[in-house]
């Protein structure tokens, strides 16, 4: 299989939220890793079978439950422990596994800001693809810049799962994801962007980045 290229993020805090919202409380996160891109459809394919027809395009319809699934089929390629254990659509983690998972929010945006603390780690134009682009589907992977951990299409391109919550304090099972995708407004794509969906929603512009530690 395609290896999935990882980067080792050092423990550290940072600032989450941006201008245009309240929230700007600090991240503090463990030393973790993270994948250089979100998984592409030749991964997908190799991994669960699912065909694609643009290997370097990031994955989409994507459920959050398959992409829990990925990632325990992932460890299971590599001869690690899977991470994820199911009782029906009730998915509980081991924290002890060496497997590949899903990264929490703070994870995520901690590793997209790359220590930045403004909307953007750079200049959206050059380093995510959006709705000013005009391509109406997702793009090859790495085709833009990356941010100072060296991490592409965090912004842009598609959204990635997360494993929180959307709103831990409600009543909904809706799971986040992050970053803003392919047919967002330059504005919309920053690293405090998110959205969230059921754990069987899949939308064309969404995909995953998987995670270790």
């Not at 940072?14 to 250089?36: H, M, S, T, Y």
């Not at 027809?53 to 829990?68: C, F, K, Q, V």
């Amino acid at each position: 299989m395609s290896d999935v290229e990882m980067a080792r993020i050092p423990a550290g805090s940072v600032l989450r939220g941006d201008q245009r919202g309240p929230d700007r409380r600090e991240i503090v996160v463990d030393a973790f890793e993270i994948a250089v891109y979100p998984i592409t459809q030749e991964q997908l394919s190799e991994l669960l079978g699912i065909p694609g027809s643009h290997p370097r395009r990031p994955a989409t319809h994507l459920s959050w439950l398959r992409a829990i699934r990925l990632c325990n089929a992932l460890s299971e390629w590599e001869g690690l422990d899977p991470v994820y254990s199911f009782d029906g659509e009730v998915v509980d983690g081991d924290a002890d596994a060496d497997g590949f998972r899903l990264p929490t929010e703070d994870e995520w945006e901690y590793a997209c800001r790359a220590g930045s603390e403004g909307a953007a780690f750079g200049p959206v134009r050059e380093v995510a693809w959006t709705a000013a682009d005009g391509v109406g589907h997702p793009s090859d992977v790495g085709a833009r810049l990356p941010n100072l951990h060296g991490l592409f299409d965090t912004l842009g391109n598609v959204w990635e799962w997360c494993f929180d919550p959307y709103d831990p304090e409600g009543e909904s099972d809706a799971r986040v994801f992050r970053g803003g995708g392919w047919s967002d407004a330059p504005a919309m794509v920053r690293a405090a962007a998110r959205r969230g969906g059921r754990p069987r929603d899949a939308f064309d512009d969404v995909g995953v980045r998987v995670a270790r530690g």
